[in-house]
């Protein structure tokens, strides 16, 4: 079992930049992939990046360049930073993380961050 959190989120303005944190706790152990997600509103919850065990990251195409996914093994932490954020990315944030039990993958998700782009 798995627990996160997510924290951080706000508003700013366009060109801005957030850092969005995700706190892990639980049976850490058994994680194989953590990722984000975003809901804006009106649409469905899309995926926005992830991370492995390896640390291998991959992103949706709206957000490489500017957004980055790393994970802090020492404090049980997922991160996200957003810069040149825009209008566009105004949504609620989401942590994911994927957990591997034999040959069950099970997936955990915190309870949202909301993050406002707007002058």
């Known amino acids: 079992q798995v627990q996160l959190a997510e924290s951080g989120g706000g508003l700013v303005q366009p060109g801005g930049s957030l850092r969005l944190t995700c706190a892990a706790s639980?049976?850490?152990?058994?994680?194989?992939?953590m990722g984000w997600y975003r809901q804006a509103p009106g649409k469905h919850r899309d995926w926005v990046g992830s991370?492995?065990?390896?640390?291998?990251?991959n992103y949706v195409d709206s957000v490489k360049d500017r957004f980055t996914i790393s994970r802090d093994y020492a404090k049980n932490t997922l991160y996200l930073q957003m810069n040149s954020l825009k209008p566009e990315d105004t949504a609620v944030y989401y942590c994911?993380?994927?957990?591997?039990?034999?040959?069950?993958?099970?997936?955990?998700w915190g309870q949202g961050t909301q993050v406002t782009v707007s002058s």
């Open positions: 994911n993380a994927t957990l591997r039990v034999g040959r069950t993958n099970i997936d955990y």
């Open positions: 639980g049976s850490i152990s058994n994680i194989y992939t």
């Open positions: 991370i492995t065990e390896g640390g291998n990251t």
